[in-house]
């Protein structure tokens, strides 16, 4: 078999699953008891999921996540008002084909920034782009973006994402440009793409948050009236995190 030949055409055309592959079932001496067809359709299937994993890769790097969370990872268990139903019918990624939006409320420590990126990062494994921003800053690098010639392009970005989380929202009343930043992004996405915002502020004071009557009116119109919610109860998680002992055999 004219292996090395074979392999380097693999290569040569990007197929570096499927050489991989081919290597190890060459390498097999049971594996040239299979047919052609066989063989073809394991080197395709390898092929496929290494470009799964790639894709995967690329877009968890851009997502920028703040944890590395996962979906199968959750804690259920924790006293904290989490409706394991409907957690794992938003793991499924069908809201963000529907392009709905999740808002995700409780006080600090209970978990809302963790389940938040634990679904961006099942949405990157769904070949969803996605990408997170903590609130404060992100209206900081939009106000920067402003006075440089940015502010055009973030924006375009941002509404292109598939799935975009707005983190840690409030408590300070947005500013004029902020109210202004939140109401495009908002108007952008609106129908077209999800979006997840967590917050400490329960929503029904999300209109004060925003302080100008007419424009609260708009965000919130697009944002909540077309998003699942989890709102989350009970104390920190973080009061439960054990630190190890001191190492006092050094000196």
């Known amino acids: 078999m004219l292996t090395h030949p074979t392999l380097d055409r ?3 055309l990007g197929l570096h699953g499927m050489a991989k592959a081919f290597r190890d079932l060459d390498a097999q001496p049971e594996a040239r008891a299979l047919e052609h067809g066989e ?3 394991i080197l395709l299937e390898h092929e496929a999921t290494l470009r799964r994993q790639k894709r995967f890769e690329a877009r968890a790097r851009a997502a920028r996540l703040r944890h590395a969370a996962q979906v ?4 259920f268990r924790a006293e904290r008002g989490l409706d394991r139903t409907l957690f794992l019918n938003l793991a499924t990624c069908d809201w963000i084909r529907k392009r709905h939006g999740l808002l995700i409320t409780g006080p600090a420590g209970v978990g809302k920034s ?8 099942k949405a990157c ?5 996605v990408v997170y921003h903590r609130a404060p800053r992100l209206f900081a690098a939009l ?8 502010y055009a392009r973030m924006l375009k970005a941002l509404a292109r994402t598939d799935l975009l989380i707005l983190d840690d929202w409030g408590p300070e009343k947005l500013n004029d440009d902020q109210r202004r930043d939140l109401l495009e992004i908002i108007e952008d996405r609106y129908e077209r793409r999800s979006t997840i915002v967590t917050s400490q502020v329960p929503v029904d004071q999300w209109y004060e948050i925003i302080g100008n009557p007419t424009i609260a009116d708009a965000i919130l119109d697009r944002l909540v009236h077309n998003a699942y919610r989890i709102e989350l109860t009970g104390e920190s998680m973080r009061k439960n995190r054990t630190i190890p002992p001191a190492d006092t055999t050094r000196t």
């Open 10 to 12: 693999l290569s040569e």
């Open 72 to 75: 199968e990872d959750t804690d």
């Open 114 to 121: 963790w389940l938040a990126c634990a679904l961006g990062q």
């Open 125 to 129: 494994r769904e070949d969803f782009s």
């Open 39 to 41: 063989w073809l359709a």
């Open 143 to 150: 106000a920067l973006a402003r006075g440089d010639g940015r």
